[in-house]
């Protein structure tokens, strides 16, 4: 059994697909942001890090800073989207709700009905303290 998602053109992705694009989106938007960051140094740091003489040490700051930011993006998405269950797992589980479904319909059959003979609801109502008004 596969798992399809829709997706705003209106074509589908099998579940993996979209979760490991997700992941692949993550890694992208956090290493951006790290080499935004990274390049951020040569306004805090002009004399170590800068387009010239420190273009090596600016490089590496922003690619170390890529690195950890897509990390870290990887991370968020992981704890938002886990790894999508496979097929097995689903149908197992369905096949789990089916029969609680019908445990719960049977029952209700076999449950004393709460009326008396004349159909009436025989309970008596709590009053707003929860006690039994008589």
Known sequence: MTRLTSISDGSTLSIWEAWLKG???AAIAGAA???ITGLAAVGIDPMHFNLQSGLHATLAI?????????????A?????SPLPPDASYERDRS??????DDRARSDENDRPSERGD???DNRRPADATGEISR
């Open 23 to 25: 992941i692949f989106a």
């Open 33 to 35: 942001n790290g080499i």
């Open 62 to 74: 922003a690619m170390v800073s890529a690195a950890m930011s897509g990390i870290i993006g990887v």
């Open 76 to 80: 968020a998405y992981l704890k938002q």
């Open 95 to 100: 096949d789990d709700n089916d029969s609680r």
């Open 118 to 120: 004349s159909g009436k």
